[in-house]
């Protein structure tokens, strides 16, 4: 057998499979399509609390992170309030260094990280998998993302429901308030979804997101959205966009099936993100970690199958998919405007976003 595990994707999932499995002492392969990790981003990259504190997303150099206790929410007409909720805080990233860091970690534990290298199709063989250019692997993850080869070429379930979230950087650039997260909620800009606007380490990103709709595709419109609400958010005036981000986020749940036959999925592949706040990088990270260490454990002390771990292991998110389908057909405005303060709604948005 050429490796034990071979993983798709080296960003949040598959940089955790893999460094789980590669802690226990497997032979771990991680083929990445980009030459470059930081490169071509489809995520904002803010990082929740609990993911720096519980995961080794806490080790992260200081420089590539800035923390943030504050979120600063805005109603379609612009009146805000300020959450907070006390020991709360986000990172947010220099991105592009943070996936160059994981990569850099890959490789001190030991991981064959190829870069440049797609996936294309895998066989199975026996007990093993057959990933062609790559060779022959006990265990195949896919941690490709929304739109997973691995799901597809391994007959494993596809994610359902996105939303499409588009990003602007603003390198250099300075937020007024650059203490908070601001975020705007538009069912005209952003349906189903909300706005953006951070500081980051290095300058500031400015986002928004809205509910995908294959049958009638709508492009968030950031320009439009910038020019509405940039100068509540303090964001300078004539400023010029850097690099765009975007991407669909899996919003309908994990998918099913999620492993069978030692091809299993995690992170955006497996549907492993918040339907409500379309967080992803927590859930992905603590669901890819139990999968690395399953496999070692299955392969090394037979453990019980990493498939059913996967499986059981996977968030099932109820009550949050029953919030993201409530939130689908709230079709007005107006209830924020009106009752963004009240103390029962504020409450509630600190339960999201903090809680
Ligand atoms: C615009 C946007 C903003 C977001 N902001 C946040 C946020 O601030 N915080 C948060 O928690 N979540 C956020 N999310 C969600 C979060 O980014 C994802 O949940 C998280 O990145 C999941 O990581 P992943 O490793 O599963 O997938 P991805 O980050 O999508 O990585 C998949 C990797 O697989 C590689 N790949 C794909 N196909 C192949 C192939 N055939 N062969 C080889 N390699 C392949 C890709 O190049 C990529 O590196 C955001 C998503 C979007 C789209």
Same mark, same amino acid.
């Given at each position: 057998?050429?490796?034990?595990?071979?993983?798709?994707?080296?960003?949040?999932?598959?940089?955790?499979?893999?460094?789980?499995?590669?802690?226990?002492?497997?032979?771990?392969?991680?083929?990445?399509?980009?030459?470059?990790?930081?490169?071509?981003?489809?995520?904002?990259?803010?990082?929740?609390?609990?993911?720096?504190?519980?995961?080794?997303?806490?080790?992260?150099?200081?420089?590539?992170?800035?923390?943030?206790? *504050? %979120?600063?929410?805005?109603?379609?007409? $612009?009146?805000? #309030?300020?959450? +907070?909720?006390?020991?709360?805080?986000? !990172? =947010?990233?220099?991105?592009?260094?943070?996936?160059?860091?994981?990569?850099?970690?890959?490789?001190?534990?030991?991981?064959?990280?190829?870069?440049?290298?797609?996936?294309?199709?895998?066989?199975?063989?026996g007990d093993h998998w057959h990933v062609d250019g790559v060779g022959r692997a006990?265990?195949?993850?896919?941690?490709?993302?929304?739109?997973?080869?691995?799901?597809?070429?391994?007959?494993?379930?596809?994610?359902?429901?996105?939303?499409?979230?588009?990003?602007?950087?603003?390198?250099?650039?300075?937020?007024?308030?650059?203490?908070?997260?601001?975020?705007?909620?538009?069912?005209?800009?952003?349906?189903?979804?909300?706005?953006?606007?951070?500081?980051?380490?290095?300058?500031?990103?400015?986002?928004?997101?809205?509910?995908?709709?294959?049958?009638?595709? *709508? %492009?968030?419109?950031?320009?439009?959205? $910038?020019?509405? #609400?940039?100068? +509540?958010?303090?964001?300078?005036?004539? !400023? =010029?966009?850097?690099?765009?981000?975007?991407?669909?986020?899996?919003?309908?749940?994990?998918?099913?099936?999620?492993?069978?036959?030692?091809?299993?999925?995690?992170?955006?592949?497996?549907?492993?993100?918040?339907?409500?706040?379309?967080?992803?990088?927590?859930?992905?990270?603590?669901?890819?970690?139990?999968?690395?260490?399953?496999?070692?454990?299955?392969?090394?002390?037979?453990?019980?199958?990493?498939?059913?771990?996967?499986?059981?292991?996977?968030?099932?998110?109820?009550?949050?998919?029953?919030?993201?389908?409530?939130?689908?057909?709230?079709?007005?405005?107006?209830?924020?405007?009106?009752?963004?303060?009240?103390?029962?709604?504020?409450?509630?948005?600190?339960?999201?976003?903090?809680?």
């Open positions: 057998m050429d490796h034990d595990l071979i993983v798709v994707g080296a960003s949040f999932a598959g940089a955790a499979c893999a460094l789980a499995a590669a802690q226990s002492g497997l032979r771990v392969c991680v083929l990445e399509r980009k030459r470059d990790p930081g490169d071509k981003l489809r995520t904002t990259g803010i990082i929740v609390k609990e993911a720096a504190e519980r995961t080794l997303l806490g080790e992260l150099p200081a420089h590539l992170t800035r923390r943030v206790e *504050r %979120v600063q929410l805005y109603a379609p007409n $612009l009146k805000q #309030v300020a959450l +907070a909720a006390p020991g709360s805080y986000f !990172l =947010t990233t220099d991105t592009p260094g943070v996936m160059r860091w994981l990569a850099e970690q890959l490789r001190a534990h030991g991981v064959d990280l190829r870069l440049g290298t797609a996936f294309r199709d895998a066989k199975r063989v006990r265990y195949l993850v896919g941690a490709d993302g929304a739109r997973s080869r691995v799901a597809d070429r391994c007959g494993l379930g596809r994610v359902r429901g996105f939303l499409y979230g588009i990003e602007y950087e603003f390198p250099h650039a300075r937020l007024a308030d650059p203490d908070a997260l601001h975020c705007f909620i538009s069912k005209r800009h952003a349906p189903g979804y909300i706005g953006w606007i951070a500081q980051n380490p290095g300058g500031v990103q400015a986002g928004l997101a809205l509910r995908h709709d294959p049958a009638h595709v *709508r %492009v968030p419109d950031l320009d439009t959205f $910038l020019l509405r #609400v940039g100068q +509540a958010g303090g964001l300078p005036l004539r !400023l =010029t966009p850097g690099p765009t981000r975007a991407g669909l986020i899996p919003c309908s749940g994990p998918v099913w099936p999620l492993a069978r036959d030692g091809a299993i999925l995690t992170g955006d592949a497996a549907g492993i993100v918040s339907p409500v706040t379309a967080g992803g990088i927590h859930a992905s990270w603590e669901h890819a970690w139990t999968v690395g260490r399953a496999v070692a454990a299955h392969l090394r002390q037979g453990g019980p199958a990493p498939e059913s771990v996967a499986i059981d292991a996977a968030p099932r998110f109820r009550t949050k998919r029953a919030l993201r389908w409530a939130y689908d057909r709230m079709p007005f405005d107006w209830p924020f405007d009106l009752l963004l303060s009240a103390p029962p709604v504020r409450w509630a948005a600190e339960r999201v976003y903090f809680g």
